[in-house]
């Protein structure tokens, strides 16, 4: 499974962007998908999550409300739809893919197996 992330960008604090990971390789609706951050210096952290229907989402604390994670199968790409943000959201932005996930919630960075090679935003104040 191969994963390339895009989208990502500078914004003023307030605004929004949209993330996408296009993935090829096998059936795409077999993993659940993920997206995670990380600042230099810090571990990487979860984001956000989507089963293999896309059916169950959930997020990590910080972004709910703001964040919207989605995926359309037929095109076989996820999106982060990032809404009101902060200059706090600055970070690299991965996308992942996980067999564990397809069915269940996984926030675990060491449960995924496949990674996109990260985005950058820049959220300014």
């Known amino acids: 499974v191969q994963l390339q992330a895009s989208g990502g960008g500078l914004v003023q604090a307030g605004g929004s962007l949209r993330l996408s990971c296009a993935t090829s390789?096998?059936?795409?609706?077999?993993?659940?998908m993920g997206w995670f951050r990380q600042v230099p210096g810090k571990e990487r952290e979860f984001v956000a999550g989507i089963s293999g229907s896309g059916r169950v989402t959930y997020s990590e604390d910080s972004v709910k409300g703001r964040f919207t994670i989605s995926r359309d199968n037929a095109k076989n790409t996820i999106y982060l739809q990032m809404d009101s943000l902060k200059p706090e959201d600055t970070a690299v932005y991965y996308c992942?893919?996980?067999?564990?996930?397809?069915?269940?919630?996984?926030?675990?960075?060491?449960?995924?197996?496949?990674w996109g090679q990260g985005t950058q935003v820049t959220v300014s104040s």
């Open positions: 992942a893919a996980s067999s564990r996930a397809t069915y269940s919630a996984v926030r675990q960075v060491r449960d995924y197996d496949y």
């Open positions: 390789g096998r059936t795409f609706n077999g993993y659940g």
